[in-house]
């Protein structure tokens, strides 16, 4: 986090996910969210981080930043396996989505 945060000063929040996360997809990104980050203990608030000029809300040069640990922590839970619906469930709902496309 700091890192990025370090390397680019319009950088204002930062999510860091584990390999079994595809970081460029937000949906992904999103469900490590809600799994693996507990508020109390994955929220990371950097205070008086310099910021670009470009920044609209840093007027002082200085802004606070936000680094959010979504990556499985040990202790946290004993399998990490997504769950998912039956294959089957899955192909009926996205073939009644496609439907509802089509009415649209």
Same mark, same amino acid.
């Given at each position: 986090?700091? !890192?990025?945060? &370090?390397?680019? &000063? #319009? ?6 996910? =584990?390999?079994? #996360? =595809?970081?460029?997809?937000? &949906? ?34 200085? #802004? !606070?930043?936000?680094? #959010?640990? !979504?990556?499985?922590? !040990?202790?946290?839970?004993? =399998? ?5 619906p039956p294959e089957d469930v899955a192909q009926r709902v996205r073939a009644r989505l496609a439907d509802r496309k089509d009415l649209r």
């Amino acid at each position: 986090m700091l !890192a990025a945060f &370090n390397s680019v &000063n #319009i950088v204002k929040m930062v999510t860091v996910v =584990d390999a079994d #996360i =595809d970081p460029w997809d937000r &949906n992904d990104v999103e469900w490590a969210i809600s799994t693996r980050m507990k508020a109390e203990r994955d929220l990371v608030v950097v205070p008086g981080s310099r910021t670009d000029r470009s920044e609209p809300l840093g007027g002082s040069g200085t #802004i !606070a930043k936000l680094g #959010i640990d !979504a990556t499985r922590k !040990a202790g946290d839970r004993k =399998d990490w396996t997504r769950a998912c619906p039956p294959e089957d469930v899955a192909q009926r709902v996205r073939a009644r989505l496609a439907d509802r496309k089509d009415l649209r």
